[in-house]
Every structure is written in structure tokens, then in C-alpha cells.
Nanobody, 115 residues
């Protein structure tokens, strides 16, 4: 089992920044990739960014250039640095991890961007 705990959400004004953290624990060996998703009320969860064990990253077009995913292997933590936030970024943000054929989700953290 892998446990994922997100933190760092909150209320920020348009144009502001937040850094989300996702701390992984449990059977974290052989986690091949970790991602950030978000879910706007009433919509499906959308993939925002992914980072692999080897450090390769990819981004959704909607956040490319504004969001940066990174990882600290020593702390078993993945981050999502979010800059130039807009009201449309308001959502619950989820951490996701893949270990072999299983995937794991965190509980989510709310991000609200005020206009």
C-alpha cells in the first residue's frame, strides 16, 4: 500500500502562487510515476502534470508554463509549484502515484483563487 497526503492548498488572489506538497509513505519503492490532478466541481478529474522516477516531466496545456512539478526523493515528496493563478484554477487538487499495476490517490487539497 502507498499512502499519499497532500498539503499546501488554500485561498490566494489572482496572480498569486501556491506550492502543493504530496508526501508518500508505505510501500514507496518501485513507484514509477507521480502526478497531480484537479477536479473542478461537477467535472471529471483532469491530469495536470506528471513526473517519473527518472525525473521526466509532462504537463497539460492548460498549466504549461505556469505550473512546475518536482520531487525530493530524500523526503519522498512531490511538489506542484503553481504561479500566475487564475480563478479557473479553483479546484480540489489530488496527488496520484503508480506502483506496478496499482494506482493510489491522496485525499485532495482545496485551492481557491479569488478574483
Amino acid at each position: 500500500q502507498v499512502q499519499l497526503v497532500e498539503s499546501g492548498g488554500g485561498l490566494v488572489q489572482t496572480g498569486g502562487s501556491l506550492r502543493l506538497s504530496c508526501a508518500a509513505s508505505g510501500s514507496i519503492d518501485s513507484i514509477s510515476s507521480m502526478s497531480w490532478y484537479r477536479q473542478i466541481l461537477g467535472n471529471e478529474r483532469d491530469l495536470l502534470a506528471t513526473i517519473t522516477t527518472w525525473g521526466s516531466t509532462s504537463y497539460a496545456d492548460s498549466v504549461k508554463g505556469r505550473f512546475t512539478i518536482s520531487r525530493d526523493n530524500a523526503k519522498n515528496t512531490v511538489y506542484l509549484q503553481m504561479n500566475s493563478l487564475k480563478p479557473d484554477d479553483t479546484a480540489v487538487y489530488y496527488c496520484w502515484a503508480r506502483r506496478y499495476s496499482r494506482v493510489y490517490w491522496g485525499q485532495g487539497t482545496q485551492v481557491t483563487v479569488s478574483s
